[in-house]
């Protein structure tokens, strides 16, 4: 059973930093699709930033393309959501996601309801 626990999530002023952390247990980390989504109230699931275990190739949302930095440890399995210069507009409860056994291809193109497992979440606030 795939497992994620996300860590990190806190209150920030507007241009602040935060790091975002998710371990994945109960598989082992290769063939493995890793997403960052979001979720603010009243607003649909968003997908922040996907990358692939086993060739560190990543797609980011447009909203955070230039700010947020998608990173992963792979002896820890471990994947990492670097946070910079935040928004207000980037409040919400953010997410971890694995697609887990999968190809490249599939993981650079999957939306949230493809991927099967998912963490707790955690909650970003950002003030101005």
């Known amino acids: 059973e795939v497992q994620l626990v996300e860590a990190g999530g806190g209150s920030v002023q507007a241009g602040e930093s935060l790091r975002l952390g998710c371990v994945v247990s109960g598989v082992a980390y290769r063939r493995a699709c890793m997403g960052w989504f979001r979720q603010a109230p009243g607003k649909e699931r968003e997908s922040v930033a996907i990358i692939y275990s086993d060739a560190n190739s990543i797609v980011y949302g447009a909203s955070v393309k230039g700010r947020f930095t998608i990173s992963q440890d792979n002896a820890k399995s471990t994947v990492y959501l670097e946070m910079n210069n935040l928004k207000t507009e980037d409040n919400a409860t953010y997410f971890c996601?694995?697609?887990?056994?999968?190809?490249?291809?599939?993981?650079?193109?999957?939306?949230?309801?493809?991927?099967?497992?998912w963490g707790q979440g955690t909650q970003v606030n950002v003030s101005s």
């Open positions: 996601a694995a697609a887990v056994p999968s190809d490249f291809l599939t993981c650079m193109g999957r939306k949230a309801e493809e991927f099967r497992d």
